[in-house]
């Protein structure tokens, strides 16, 4: 009976120290997060886009990723919410070892790297509201055209750390628009090895999968 007592008090002290703690991010207009969960071994990034109006959604697989997929969906408040379920073990072969290097869907640099680009491969899904997803051994993550509200315009690019109980697993940028006036949107990139030197994350990723029902 105490060995019981005790599995459950370390399952209860394990749950407690491994739920994922963003902190708090700056606030893109128009945008309602990111935010990042952990669910049966998957990655889970959403943002919701509070001027976008769907009148239904649809959930498909990402090309060339047997077990991600990403779902867009009317929100329970009038936003559009897309969601990315993404497993590590997609970008583990060979396929995503070797690949170009990558930049914007509109041919911009990327704010946040040294030379603008990414080594990646771009995947580009027009259903799931025109959303590039950017796949790679090094990076996971994606772009999705975002319109600032009416009456905002900001100039320049917003990148910002993506932190987890403290340490940083990738990052996130709000990207302005370009000279014709096109162009914007939101950019969330995942650092893979962020992710795999965080022992945290990978216990709580290995965890997950025994209880598939469980959101952290």
């Not at 600032?148 to 990052?171: A, C, E, T």
């Amino acid at each position: 009976m105490k060995q019981l007592q005790y599995l459950f008090f370390g399952l209860a002290l394990f749950i407690s120290t491994s739920c994922l703690n963003q902190g708090k991010l700056p606030k893109i207009p128009g945008v309602d997060g990111p935010n990042l969960n952990v669910q049966n071994g998957q990655i889970v990034l959403s943002v919701g886009l509070e001027k976008v109006d769907i009148a239904a959604g649809i959930s498909l697989a990402i090309p060339k990723m047997q077990h991600s997929s990403a779902t867009i969906s009317p929100g329970q408040f009038g936003s559009t919410i897309i969601k990315v379920a993404f497993d590590p073990r997609d970008v583990d072969s060979d396929h995503f070892r070797v690949v170009p290097a990558e930049t914007l869907p509109d041919g911009r640099p990327f704010p946040f790297t040294m030379d603008g680009t990414l080594p990646a491969l771009a995947l580009n899904v027009p259903k799931l509201l025109d959303t590039t997803f950017y796949a790679s051994n090094a990076v996971f993550g994606f772009f999705i055209p975002v319109s600032l509200p009416d009456g905002m315009d900001i100039p320049f690019d917003i990148p910002f750390r993506l932190r987890m109980n403290g340490k940083q697993v990738g990052i996130v940028s709000y990207i302005r628009t370009n000279h014709e006036g096109e162009g914007s949107g939101v950019v969330l990139m995942l650092t893979m090895k962020q992710i795999q030197d965080n022992p945290e994350f990978q216990t709580l990723l290995k965890y997950s999968k025994r209880y598939e029902s469980k959101v952290f």
